[in-house]
Structures are given as structure tokens and as C-alpha cells.
């Protein structure tokens, strides 16, 4: 009799809970500027007439879950106008919106800028510490929307072995259907051992085409290199692979990168593997963005030496300015 009476409750309690279980559907999509098909982030995805809503991401992704009798969603930003959709049951709706008429010159420039320190052991260099900033412009009309990267690192043995790296570039650059990069960079290296010591700098420009295959780059490029007393051009490039922010914004992603540049009396080569945890809640806002632990193998001449590193990316400044 006990079984039977809860037999019956069970009975009583499924389709309820099975009810509550279909009660939500989650849609996602991307919003994009009209004219330029450029992602929009921060646009305001609500549920008309309900507190019920999110901002679209860097990549203008958005994900947002909505009862299943719910209809309309507001796709609202500054300077756009305002557009109402119907969701009649689809689980994907992306959107592309038009500057509003009568504010055509009042749009945002926001932009972004990250510090990111790091801290490296390795092999042949018990310690590195090095830093590299970002600024990015996430929304446009006075500028092309570029992202400025600056990078240092040190790294010593507390005697004659050090090695130092510096570089400048200008990211999505928006002159061709793939956004382009230019980046300038200078090594120098410094190692002292039983042959004598050996004295490496550089001078490097790249060219890198990005999101050739949506997650692949490609860097292209030569330079200038000083062995000892010798003069030597060189060639060479790297491939990366990452996985980025997408509908679902994982906590985790990573990215493979593997580089090769031949100097004439020697190549030189390395591989690199870093993980990413990202904040992803609130991730618009929140101060520290994300953390990285990487790996990296490197061989230059007859050196060899692997490494590891713990960074940390942290939001530095964030710009609202209008123009018009």
C-alpha cells in the first residue's frame, strides 16, 4: 500500500516537473552594425515588459533564456534605433541594427584597456617578469575601431645570461574583408658559457592576417638580426590557434601558437600552449578578466630552454566619449 501511494504521487508530481523543465527557452544570436557588419557589444537584450535581459558580448554574442510563451525581445543601443523582434519559438535570432536618424552623428567611441603582468620560470632563465597592455576600441564612428598591443619582458639568471623583448602593434586593421595587424618587435640575448659569449638582437616586423579560419592567424614577416659581430636577414612567421568568446562564453579557452624564423647560419623555433581561465560573469565589468598559465619550448642557435608562466589580465580604464 506504502509503494502504491507513492506510486500515485509520482505520478502526480511529473508532469509537473516536466512542465517546469520545458518551461524556458534559451536564444542566442549575434547583433551587428548594418553597414559595416561589425559586431555591436553592449547592446541591451531584454524581454519587453519584463526584467529579463542581458548585453551582447565582445563579439556582440549574446545568450538569453525566456519563458516559452514569451514573444518579444528589445534590442536597444545608443544612437541605433530601438528594434522589437518576435521570437515565435526560435531558438536563434540575430539581429543588425541602424543608427537612428536623428542622433547619425552621436555615436559612442568605448573603448577598453587591459594590463596584463606575467611571471616566467624556466630552464635558462630561473626568472622573467613582463607586462603587456591592450587597448581596444569595442564601438566607433571617429576612429576604425583598431587594438593597440605593447609587451615587455625581462629575464635573468642574476649573473651574464639575460634575454629581453619588446614589441608594438596595431590590430584589426579594417582595410580588407580579414582584419590585418602590423607588429614591430626587438629581442635581445645574452648568454655567456664555456665557447665564450654569444650576443643575439633583432629587429622584427610582422604582418598577421587574422581569423583566417575563424579561430586561425596567420603572422608573416622578416628582420634584422646582429650574431656577435654578424649581420644576417632573416624570415620567418607563426601560426596561432585559439578559441574565443562564443554563444555559450566558456570559463575556459586556450591558445596553440607555433613560430619558425630562419637567420641563414641557423634556425630558430619555438611552440606554445596557454590556457585561459576567464571571469565570465558580468564580464563586461568585472576588473580582472582573466588568468593564463602557458608553456613554451624554444630553441635560438644551439640554446634550447622551456618555460613556464602565470599571468593575469586586468581592466586598467574604460572610455565612454561621444563624438559628433
Not at 518551461?23 to 541591451?44: D, F, I, Q
Not at 623583448?165 to 580579414?178: L, V
Amino acid at each position: 500500500m506504502r509503494q502504491l501511494f507513492i506510486n500515485m504521487v509520482l505520478l502526480l508530481l511529473l508532469p509537473g516537473i516536466q512542465s517546469s523543465a520545458q518551461n524556458y527557452l534559451r536564444v542566442t544570436g549575434t547583433v551587428t552594425e548594418a553597414e559595416t557588419n561589425t559586431p555591436l557589444p553592449g547592446v541591451s537584450v531584454i524581454l519587453k515588459g519584463t526584467d529579463i535581459g542581458t548585453i551582447t558580448q565582445l563579439e556582440g554574442n549574446y545568450a538569453i533564456d525566456i519563458p516559452t510563451e514569451s514573444d518579444l525581445l528589445e534590442f536597444s543601443f545608443v544612437g541605433m534605433e530601438t528594434q522589437i523582434i518576435s521570437v515565435s519559438g526560435r531558438n536563434r535570432i540575430d539581429v543588425a541594427m541602424h543608427p537612428a536618424i536623428n542622433t547619425l552623428h552621436e555615436w559612442l567611441i568605448c573603448g577598453k584597456s587591459f594590463l596584463e603582468p606575467a611571471l616566467s620560470f624556466s630552464s635558462r632563465f630561473p626568472f622573467s617578469i613582463g607586462a603587456g597592455f591592450l587597448d581596444k576600441d569595442l564601438q566607433y564612428c571617429c576612429n576604425n575601431g583598431n587594438d593597440i598591443h605593447l609587451g615587455l619582458i625581462y629575464g635573468t639568471d642574476f649573473k651574464k645570461n639575460q634575454i629581453f623583448h619588446s614589441k608594438a602593434g596595431i590590430d584589426n586593421i579594417g582595410i580588407t574583408k580579414r582584419p590585418l595587424g602590423v607588429m614591430a618587435e626587438y629581442n635581445n640575448l645574452s648568454l655567456s658559457g664555456s665557447e665564450g659569449d654569444t650576443l643575439i638582437s633583432d629587429y622584427r616586423f610582422t604582418l598577421s592576417m587574422n581569423r583566417i579560419l575563424r579561430n586561425i592567424s596567420i603572422e608573416l614577416g622578416m628582420g634584422l638580426q646582429g650574431y656577435n659581430t654578424q649581420s644576417n636577414i632573416g624570415y620567418g612567421g607563426r601560426i596561432s590557434i585559439m578559441n574565443e568568446f562564443d554563444d555559450s562564453y566558456p570559463r575556459h579557452t586556450f591558445a596553440i601558437q607555433s613560430g619558425f624564423w630562419y637567420w641563414g647560419d641557423y634556425n630558430e623555433y619555438n611552440i606554445s600552449v596557454n590556457l585561459f581561465m576567464n571571469n565570465s560573469k558580468n564580464i563586461t565589468d568585472s576588473i580582472l578578466r582573466r588568468t593564463r598559465l602557458g608553456c613554451e619550448i624554444k630553441q635560438i642557435d644551439k640554446v634550447r630552454f622551456a618555460s613556464i608562466t602565470f599571468g593575469c589580465r586586468f581592466l586598467i580604464k574604460k572610455l565612454v566619449v561621444g563624438c559628433g
